[in-house]
């Protein structure tokens, strides 16, 4: 059920916030990219190519790339978060963009790009990110109930907590955290904050722990704040953005490889890259064979090996599915 709750938000402006590499080098890579040797397999990069990664965060997936391309190739980063620009690369193949990668279409437009050779969007959150305790995504530590990914965005999740009603909180927590207590939950937020308002994190755990076993209160807890963090930047609407946009600016056999780290999300990219929708309705031709705009690069999703895993922990949930335009 959506959220009929109108925020009236500002989105950033699609000209201003575009910048030239050469105008800020200080790099600082907070985030170990997964899987990328076989994203950038995937991808299947062309030197004279122009690619966009969606998700620029540290600038991990950008550089390797970079360093794929050649003189003539191109590529755009995306990133709303104001952190993410101290890591941008000093190239002049590269431009970075500051905002959010649902305006796809608008800035390719605004650089003079009609189509595009390979779109990557790695939808994981920055090891950054859950280490800094202000930024609230983690519930490791106390702060404030955050979780914004554009720092000047109004809504967080402190916002949602306070304001929604009952049934908006319960639906939250039932199809983002996928949470079969949902309701109750829901109803002892609204109940305690009543009495003061939720504004920190370890606050928050306090008013959830009588719902949580003790064997399972980490896993539970990890979805509260999923679900939170999913509702407070827009994250599946976003995705789905994404992935029509693709459609309409990839060329030919361009490609697009998309990381995800939890089932919703990769339930979207499965049937969308599997049909063309996001409920995953097929369609046949006379001859039965499926019609559908993308093809699967790969039939199986591709997920990390133990040895990255134990290299990389965070790499153990993401996986990777690769399509092109037909």
């Keep these: 059920m959506k959220n009929k709750q109108k925020h009236s938000q500002k989105e950033s402006k699609l000209a201003a916030p575009s910048l030239h590499v050469g105008e800020v080098a200080n790099v600082d890579i907070y985030h170990t990219p997964a899987l990328l040797s076989e994203t950038m397999d995937g991808l299947k990069i062309q030197p004279d190519g122009v690619y966009v990664d969606t998700t620029f965060g540290g600038g991990g997936h950008s550089k390797e790339i970079l360093n794929r391309l050649g003189e003539n190739g191109k590529l755009l980063g995306f990133d709303q978060d104001l952190d993410a620009i101290k890591n941008v690369v000093d190239d002049k193949r590269f431009i970075f963009v500051r905002s959010n990668f649902k305006y796809l279409k608008n800035f390719l437009r605004y ?86 308002p939720i504004e920190r994190i370890f606050q928050f755990i306090e008013i959830l722990k ?24 827009k994250e599946m609407e976003v995705l789905e953005a994404l992935l029509k946009q693709s459609l309409e600016v990839l060329k030919p056999e361009g490609r697009i490889a998309v990381l995800t780290y939890h089932s919703l999300e990769d339930r979207l990219v499965k049937n969308f890259f599997r049909s063309g929708n996001f409920e995953g309705t097929l369609e046949k031709d006379f001859y039965g064979n499926i019609i559908a705009p993308l093809k699967q690069v790969n039939s199986k999703v591709i997920i990390a090996t133990e040895r990255e895993v134990a290299q990389n922990p965070r790499a153990r949930s993401a996986k990777l599915r690769v399509a092109y335009l037909a």
């Design 111 to 196: 650089h003079g790009i009609e189509k595009v050779d390979g779109i990557l969007a790695d939808l994981g959150v920055s090891s950054h990110h859950f280490d800094e305790a202000d930024r609230g995504f983690s519930f490791r530590f106390d702060g404030a109930l955050d979780m914004r990914m554009n720092t000047e965005s109004k809504i967080t999740a402190a916002t949602i907590l306070n304001n929604y009603e009952e049934e908006q909180l319960a639906n939250v927590f039932y199809l983002y955290g996928e949470l079969h207590n949902s309701r109750k939950i829901a109803r002892t937020i609204v109940q305690c904050r009543a009495k003061e």
């Design 210 to 233: 009588p719902y949580f076993g003790r064997e399972k209160e980490k896993k539970d807890m990890a979805r509260v704040f999923q679900a939170l963090r999913i509702e407070v930047n």
